[in-house]
């Protein structure tokens, strides 16, 4: 009989692996599939969007892609000459590619709600030549369709993405420790080199409950869906101070500035998990994944999968 005989040895982890661990730890974010509280927020989104499929249904009518706070639809820092930066990164190909018909529509990025929705009004009446629409957008959207009710804008659905329907504590947190005074300092030097201000203020939770929320009720006839986000940052993470503020005032899950609960509206569609703010417009996914996937970690979150079936379902949903 022969034995073979394997001998093991355990070598300490070459300075590159070390190199790739310690940026998978700057970049990314862990999961919370533990956190107990998730259970009564709605469908849990673990990995479900980690890979495009192969088949998606497409919607009947257009789809209207507007950004949020501080957003752009195209953000040209070289002039006309080079390609631009593109807020919905290769979202809006992906939807035209599967035969979409896709509109972006541009906002003031700091604008307040008001000025965002009468100019996402104009912009879609501009754009969508009086046909029936579908919108992936946030506040703007909703006061648009509850208020202005702008002629030549036919609003089949409205679908928001980790909105702060109910206001944000970080929000709250920066406006007491910053101090009425200094506010008003600062906005005067945004507003001296044509930064407009108006938004900051309505994203307290005072403003959204007390303010907003009550004189913007739903229209009969859109339909309105919505999703959430939350994680764990890890220590080096960006979100880690803000996602702490908001889960010791708010006690809830959060995506690093929006909480779940305040996400909700409509039909609640459910939480996506491990997944931060910038994750879900594809603008952290690509260099964190590369990285990711050289150290043997799954993937568990492909932002143009998640809006591939967002209109995956706007179709199932006749719209």
Same mark, same amino acid.
């Given at each position: 009989?022969?034995?073979?005989?394997?001998?093991?040895?355990?070598?300490?982890?070459?300075?590159?692996?070390?190199?790739?661990?310690?940026?998978?730890?700057?970049?990314?974010?862990?999961?919370?599939?533990?956190?107990?509280?998730?259970?009564?927020?709605?469908?849990?989104?673990?990995?479900?969007?980690?890979?495009?499929?192969?088949?998606?249904?497409?919607?009947?009518?257009?789809?209207?892609?507007?950004?949020?706070?501080?957003?752009?639809?195209?953000?040209?820092?070289?002039?006309?000459?080079?390609?631009?930066?593109?807020?919905?990164?290769?979202?809006?190909?992906?939807?035209?590619?599967?035969?979409?018909?896709?509109? +972006?529509? /541009?906002? =003031?990025?700091? !604008? @307040?709600?008001? #000025?965002?929705?009468?100019?996402?009004?104009?912009?879609?009446? $501009?754009?969508?030549?009086?046909?029936?629409?579908?919108?992936?957008?946030?506040?703007?959207?909703?006061?648009?369709?509850?208020?202005?009710?702008?002629?030549?804008?036919?609003?089949?659905?409205?679908? +928001?993405? /980790?909105? =702060?329907?109910? !206001? @944000?504590?970080? #929000?709250?947190?920066?406006?007491?420790?910053?101090?009425?005074? $200094?506010?008003?300092?600062?906005?005067?030097?945004?507003?001296?080199?044509?930064?407009?201000?108006?938004?900051?203020?309505?994203?307290?939770?005072?403003?959204?409950?007390?303010?907003?929320?009550?004189? +913007?009720?739903?229209?009969?006839?859109?339909?309105?869906?919505?999703?959430?986000?939350?994680?764990?940052?890890?220590?080096?993470?960006?979100?880690?101070?803000?996602?702490?503020?908001?889960?010791?005032?708010?006690?809830?899950?959060?995506?690093?500035?929006?909480?779940?609960?305040?996400?909700?509206?409509?039909?609640?569609?459910?939480?996506?998990?491990?997944?931060?703010?910038?994750?879900?417009?594809?603008?952290?996914?690509?260099?964190?994944?590369?990285?990711?996937?050289?150290?043997?970690?799954?993937?568990?979150?492909?932002?143009?999968?998640?809006?591939?079936?967002?209109?995956?379902?706007?179709?199932?949903?006749?719209?």
């Amino acid at each position: 009989m022969m034995r073979i005989l394997i001998r093991i040895s355990c070598r300490p982890p070459s300075r590159s692996i070390k190199r790739l661990q310690a940026y998978r730890a700057l970049s990314c974010t862990s999961r919370v599939s533990q956190d107990p509280r998730l259970a009564d927020i709605g469908r849990v989104i673990e990995d479900e969007y980690a890979v495009i499929r192969n088949s998606y249904e497409t919607p009947k009518n257009p789809i209207i892609l507007a950004h949020g706070l501080l957003g752009f639809d195209e953000l040209r820092l070289a002039g006309p000459s080079l390609p631009g930066i593109q807020y919905w990164r290769g979202i809006t190909e992906a939807l035209s590619h599967k035969g979409i018909e896709v509109i +972006t529509a /541009a906002v =003031p990025p700091s !604008g @307040s709600i008001e #000025a965002r929705a009468a100019k996402l009004g104009e912009s879609i009446a $501009q754009k969508a030549h009086g046909k029936s629409v579908n919108i992936i957008a946030g506040l703007d959207a909703r006061y648009m369709i509850s208020q202005l009710k702008p002629p030549n804008v036919d609003v089949l659905s409205l679908t +928001t993405v /980790a909105s =702060p329907h109910r !206001g @944000s504590a970080f #929000a709250d947190y920066m406006f007491d420790s910053i101090g009425p005074r $200094q506010i008003k300092r600062i906005y005067k030097a945004l507003e001296f080199i044509g930064f407009e201000t108006g938004a900051f203020s309505q994203l307290t939770r005072q403003y959204m409950q007390e303010q907003f929320n009550p004189k +913007t009720p739903d229209a009969d006839g859109v339909r309105y869906f919505s999703y959430g986000a939350s994680l764990e940052p890890t220590f080096w993470s960006i979100f880690r101070p803000s996602h702490r503020i908001i889960k010791r005032i708010e006690g809830a899950p959060n995506d690093g500035l929006v909480s779940v609960t305040s996400s909700q509206w409509g039909i609640y569609k459910g939480t996506l998990v491990g997944v931060s703010h910038l994750d879900l417009i594809n603008w952290t996914n690509r260099i964190k994944w590369f990285f990711w996937e050289l150290t043997g970690s799954k993937r568990n979150f492909n932002a143009i999968a998640f809006y591939l079936d967002i209109a995956d379902m706007l179709a199932k949903e006749g719209l």
